[in-house]
Every structure is written in C-alpha cells, then in structure tokens.
C-alpha cells in the first residue's frame, strides 16, 4: 500500500522508562533499517534488518537500545531506561532489496524529559 | 572510514534561478549513492539514486551526477521554486555494507 509508517509520530516519556517505536514498512520490502537524527547533528545508522535477520547491529548506541522484526514486516525499536541524550527523531527504513533505493517513514520524535 | 561533506550548509537564492549543490565523500568505493529532501518537522523523501555504474540521474527539474574517482556528486536544480525550500541531504553507501553514510545537508532557502 502507501509508504512506510512509523507510530507514535510524538513521544514525550521520563527520564528511565522504557519505550517502544514502531515500524511499517512498504509491503514487499524485505530490507528495513533503523536511524536516528539528533538535534544539531547528522544522521546515525541504528540497525539493519533482512527478513526477520539483523546482520548489521553496528549502530546501536548501548545495549540499552533493542530491535527486532517479526513476520519479515512490522519492527520495533525498544530502549530501555531512557537518557536526555536519547532524544532524537527516529527514522525508519524499507527498501525491496537490500542496497537498494531506501523509502523512509515521518519518523517518531522522542523526547526524554 | 566513509565521510561525507556537503558544501554549503546554507544556500539562499531567487526564485527562477539555476542551482548547484555538491556532495563530496572521502572513500570511491561506493554501492550507491542518493539525494534526499527533508522538510521541517517531516521525514526523508528521496530524490534520486545513482548506481556506482551510473554517471547521473535525472528526474524533472532535478539532476544528479556521479563522479567517483573524483569522490563528488552534485545535484542539479533547474528553476528554482520556493516549493524548492527544504534541506538536502546526500548519502553514500559503502561497497562493503547496507547502512548509509550521510552528510550534514544543506539547507535551501528560495526566495520568492
């Protein structure tokens, strides 16, 4: 159907809770990859997935930060026990193929007050 | 390691005019490499892909070329219009993984 969707677009939580960020990709995409976009700075590879895998988890920042995939569709992005510093726009993903044209969602803005 | 420079960070122009916006990376060997728009407070659309094969691209007013020996791209914008305003970010991927490189964009402002 449409474009890749991402939930919730807004996200304000407190400092050491856990949060959940949502990903849809295109349907028939079975490459999906994670972002983030902080403030006064470029963007930051997260993860990778193909199909249901995660070959690349290079990105994540700490071992606070978690994804999977399921279904080789939907992904989450969890972090647990939020920082300030986790306060960004997480973008996701899809492309059909991995290394091809990726098509990216509204993203999710996290702030951890 | 893959940097990625944009120059400039900001650019200002009329409406109507012809513009250039460069994006130069450190490693030539890339998978790909794409264009993309962002508009405040929205996502990432793409503009176009330039294969490592591949010299340039084009779709409408916009065009973009690939040079890897030299490690540049450029993007091309023809007749410029406000609708135009947005910040334009290039990303390169590396022949050896599927993430995207990115630099910092530049940031376009047409002036009606």
């Known amino acids: 159907g449409a474009g890749v969707s991402q939930s919730p677009s807004n996200k304000v939580t407190e400092k050491g809770k856990d949060v959940e960020l949502r990903c849809d990709p295109i349907?028939?995409?079975?490459?999906l990859y994670w972002y983030r976009q902080s403030l006064g700075q470029g963007l930051e590879f997260l993860i990778y997935f193909q199909g249901n895998s995660a070959p690349d988890k290079s990105g994540l920042p700490s071992d606070r930060f978690s994804a999977e995939r399921t279904g080789g569709s939907v992904s989450t992005l969890t972090i647990q026990r939020t920082q300030q510093e986790d306060s960004a726009v997480y973008l996701c993903?899809?492309?059909?193929?991995?290394?091809?044209?990726?098509?990216f969602g509204p993203g999710t803005r996290l702030t951890v007050l | 390691k893959q940097e990625v420079t944009q120059i400039p960070a900001a650019l200002s122009v009329p409406e109507g005019e012809n513009l250039v916006l460069n994006c130069s990376f450190t490693?030539?060997?890339?998978?790909?490499l794409q264009w993309f728009r962002q508009d405040p407070g929205k996502g990432l659309t793409s503009l176009l892909l330039i294969q490592s094969s591949q010299r340039e691209q084009t779709s409408g007013r916009l065009n973009a070329s690939l040079d890897k020996s030299s490690g540049r791209s450029t993007l091309y914008i023809a007749a410029s219009q406000p609708g135009d305003s947005a910040t334009y970010l290039c990303?390169?991927?590396?022949?050896?993984?599927?993430?995207?490189?990115w630099g910092a964009g530049t940031k376009l402002i047409i002036k009606p």
């Open positions: 990303a390169v991927r590396p022949g050896s993984n599927y993430q995207l490189i």
């Open positions: 490693d030539s060997a890339i998978y790909n």
């Open positions: 349907s028939g995409h079975t490459a």
């Open positions: 993903a899809s492309s059909f193929q991995s290394g091809n044209e990726q098509f």
